[in-house]
């Protein structure tokens, strides 16, 4: 109950941040609620530095919120949907993770760049960002700096991409479930994701990129696993080729993120109330609570962005960034075009 109350004031700024937003994406479909909250987010953390008791519940909605917006968009969704969609995406997801790791490769020779901060960096803009950054940094035993640095170039470019994506997939003239397919696989972090998504579901009423492009975001997060134990069994030899017998064992339940599962459940129940009879229609409320929902996270992230800081880090690391961000986007799109999905 304590830690609820402590949360609670962040949750309330969050809150008041998402009620204009969200009524100034209904106003002005064209940019959306999401991108109006990042925005506003970010405005109000360039003066509001020292949050105090508000930041554990700013923290809480930008990562918790958002996970229960992805779980609640779960019940608006049919699993036989979803094993379409990801099996439809999966030749994409590949090429794109490929590209992202061969990329950050080359620049850490090229570059000479560190090698723990190039491996977040490699693992954040091919899988799932944060995420995924989250899970390998103690199998690398990355330190908090490196950690803090690679989550920040790689927030930078989603939110980038937040905001330009769907205008550039207009202008490209890509479907619904092209942009979707586009969003999932070409935007690192699943805020962004939906974010984006979300935008172009604004800017083009009755579209459902948003379902598609979580759908396709899920899938590829799943690649946490094996690119996680990749990176143990990696660690394991080194440390018995120098001795070094105290590095972080691989941790399945670190690494694969949790929500998922709920997603998936929930979506399991969509599954089976449709074929019992239930209407689609009938989850409609479900499906605009959890867009609320993400304008919340997409304040929470907004509030947690330093851009100023970003700017400082070092050019290195977000030239990374930017190179394998530009790559994934444009393997995203060649690959669609190649299977003939666009």
Known sequence: MNTLTAKLP??????????????????????????FAILVGMLIALVWKKRGRFQPGVAFTSKKILQLAVVVLGFGLNLAEVARVGATSLPIICSTIATALI?????????????????????????????????????????????????????????VAALVFP?????????????????GTAVNDTSSVTAAAAAW???????????YATIVKLTRTLAIIPITLVL?????????????????????????????????????????AVAAGVPESAF????????????????????????????????KPLLMGLICWIAIAAVSLGMQHVLGLW
Not at 127 to 145: F, R
Not at 201 to 211: K, Q, S, T, Y
Request: aromatic share 8%; hydrophobic share 55%.
């Open 10 to 35: 962040g949750v309330v700024v969050c809150l008041a941040i998402a009620l204009p937003c969200w009524l100034l994406g209904t106003a002005f479909p064209v940019v959306g609620g999401p991108v």
């Open 167 to 183: 205008t550039l997939g207009t202008v490209l003239g890509l479907s619904n479930d092209g942009f979707g397919l586009f969003a």
């Open 103 to 159: 990329c950050a490769y080359a620049l850490y020779k090229v570059m000479k760049m560190p090698p723990r901060i190039s491996t977040l960096i490699g693992v954040g803009s091919s899988i799932c960002g944060g995420s995924a950054i989250a899970a390998t940094a103690p199998v690398i035993k990355a330190n908090d700096e490196e950690v803090a640095q690679a989550i920040s170039v790689i927030f930078l470019f989603n939110v």
């Open 201 to 211: 579901d604004g800017m083009h009423p009755g579209a459902n990129a948003l379902d």
């Open 284 to 315: 409609s409320p479900l499906k605009t609570l959890a867009k609320f929902l993400i304008v919340m996270a997409m304040a929470a992230i907004g509030l947690n962005t330093d851009i100023v800081k970003l700017v400082k880090t070092g050019g």
């Open 232 to 272: 143990a069994f990696w660690q394991m030899r080194t440390a018995r080729r120098t001795g070094d017998q105290a590095r972080n064992t691989f941790s399945l339940k670190r690494a694969f993120p949790l929500f998922i599962l709920f997603f998936l459940a929930a979506s399991l129940a969509t599954t089976v």
